[in-house]
């Protein structure tokens, strides 16, 4: 089983960088695919990224490309999600998933998740 603890999070201004966190451990963190995911108040999970075990692939929300990045260092068991240009809509709790076994990609179903990290841009 793994357990995946975010960190990155904060409170910044609108135009600024962050980057996220998503440590693993318990498990082999080089077989999974990592997703990331956000959920700003009153609102429905969003999913953000994804990368695959190896790093090779991504993907990102389409009104996201560009600005945010995920990539991973499974020599560390941690994924990262970069954040540029950050904008008061993008003030969320962000996640970070796992999932193994899929059937497609990305994958929309994941099962270990970490607890969050908030986000909450100022303009």
């Known amino acids: 089983q793994v357990q995946l603890v975010e960190s990155g999070g904060g409170v910044v201004q609108a135009g600024d960088s962050l980057r996220l966190s998503c440590a693993a451990s318990?498990?082999?963190?080089?077989?999974?695919?990592v997703g990331w995911f956000r959920r700003a108040p009153g609102q429905d999970r969003e999913f953000v990224a994804a990368?695959?075990?190896?790093?090779?692939?991504?993907y990102y929300a389409e009104s996201l490309k560009g600005r945010f990045t995920t990539s991973r260092d499974n020599a560390k068991n941690t994924a990262y999600l970069e954040m540029n240009n950050l904008k008061p809509d993008d003030t969320a709790r962000y996640y970070c998933?796992?999932?193994?076994?899929?059937?497609?990609?990305?994958?929309?179903?994941?099962?270990?998740w970490g607890q969050g990290t908030q986000v909450t841009v100022s303009s």
């Open positions: 998933a796992a999932v193994s076994r899929i059937s497609q990609l990305p994958p929309d179903v994941y099962d270990y």
């Open positions: 990368i695959t075990p190896g790093g090779g692939n991504t």
């Open positions: 318990g498990g082999t963190f080089s077989v999974y695919v």
